[in-house]
């Protein structure tokens, strides 16, 4: 698997293999606390159409470096990823937190931004300062928490446990560094001036960044489409990868051609 360095700081990507030269570039960026082990699915079934560049960011999963205070921060990071793959137009889709991040990329590089897919995420993120907590004095019991909160009902254990062990695994660290970066964004100034094509995906039982928070999404952005997902929460993507996974490929060839 690739590494890319900055500063002596290890990036780990994965790439889908045989993409064809003219496949738009899709690169698709996790949410709080977690890595690209989320997009395994996207992976797997986009990538014979779409080139699909799934990193972990800094101090997450394999990557390493310092964890970024700001939504805007990682954006940075993000764009300097996409400049060392040769990535100069490309979709990039972000799951929550990652949709803030997206959303700040599209805001900073709009002539490097083909569209944008926001998938569970919103304006703004409500932070409990009682999980804040709980997160400081039993990080065990808040991933259970969170993990309780973040999918929606009859998910497989399977799914569960995997999205349990990667949180414990990232650690207490990174998911209270990345709940602060959420705390403190807000797009609702500026989401209207984006310019690049946009998509919202949402499930319907995500209890972490409730459907009205993509409804507000959907309303500052001109033209954008939003689909709510039956059955899924909060990682709809992996909840429902069929329908995730068939709603972004419709988007990015409807608007891989247009500059």
């Known amino acids: 698997m690739p590494y890319i360095y900055f500063d ?31 997009w395994d699915r996207q992976l797997q079934d986009i990538a014979a159409r779409c ?44 799951h929550s937190l990652g949709g803030a991040i997206v959303q700040e990329y599209a805001r900073a590089y709009p002539d490097m931004t083909a569209g944008i897919v926001l998938a569970a995420s919103g304006t703004r993120f409500g932070t409990s300062p009682e999980h804040l907590r709980l997160l400081e004095q039993n990080f065990l019991q808040a991933v259970k928490i969170s993990c309780d909160r973040a999918y929606g009902p009859g998910v497989p254990p399977r799914l569960y446990q995997q999205g349990f ?31 690049a094509p946009a998509l919202v995906v949402c499930g319907q039982d995500d209890a972490i960044t409730p459907c009205d928070l993509s409804r507000e999404v959907a309303a500052n952005l001109p033209g954008c489409r939003v689909l709510f997902v039956p059955g899924a929460g909060h990682m709809v993507m992996q909840e429902a990868p069929e329908a995730f996974n068939e709603a972004v490929l419709g988007f990015v060839e409807k608007y891989c051609n247009v500059r």
């Open 51 to 94: 080139t699909v560049i799934v990193p972990d960011l800094p101090g997450h999963g394999k990557s390493a470096g310092p964890l970024p205070s700001s939504a805007r921060q990682y954006a940075h990071w993000v764009r300097d990823l996409a400049e060392r793959l040769d990535l100069s137009f490309l979709f990039l889709i972000g």
């Open 165 to 195: 062990d990667m949180l414990v695994g990232n650690g207490k660290e990174t998911l209270l560094a990345d709940i602060n970066v959420c705390a403190c964004f807000d797009s609702s100034p500026w989401l209207g001036s984006l310019a």
């Open 8 to 38: 002596n700081n290890p990036c780990f990507y994965r790439i889908s293999e045989h993409a064809r030269p003219d496949n738009p570039p899709a690169l698709f960026i996790h949410g709080s606390g977690g890595d690209g082990t989320v």
